[in-house]
């Protein structure tokens, strides 16, 4: 059974930080690019931050690059998003996805309000 469960989401005031992680079972993790998504509340769900099966390669969305760090570890079968000098407009549901499989977390959600 094919799992992406994501945690580390929550309320934070502007110019905090948040890590999310995302635990995947029930397939062959490192053989997939996974990605972070988020959805604002009336708002197309956009790709915020990507990372390559072996993690040596990164792409990040222009609103966050210099804030937010994904990085994995396949031995644990984890990705996470590392977000610093959260803003306002960084409040979104963030899911998990996994490139190669099209597969999709439940969501976390992250509200960055003072």
């Known amino acids: 059974q094919v799992q992406l469960v994501e945690s580390g989401g929550g309320s934070v005031q502007p110019g905090g930080s948040l890590r999310l992680s995302c635990a995947a079972s029930?397939?062959?993790?490192?053989?997939?690019?996974m990605s972070w998504y988020r959805q604002a509340p009336e708002k197309e769900r956009e790709l915020v931050a990507q990372v390559s099966s072996g993690g040596g390669n990164t792409y990040y969305a222009d609103s966050v690059k210099g804030r937010f760090t994904i990085s994995r570890d396949n031995a644990k079968n984890t990705v996470s998003l590392q977000m610093n000098s959260l803003k306002s407009e960084d409040t979104a549901v963030y899911y998990c996805?996994?490139?190669?499989?099209?597969?999709w977390g439940q969501g976390t959600q992250v509200t960055v309000s003072s």
């Open positions: 996805y996994s490139v190669a499989f099209r597969y």
């Open positions: 029930g397939f062959t993790f490192s053989r997939s690019a």
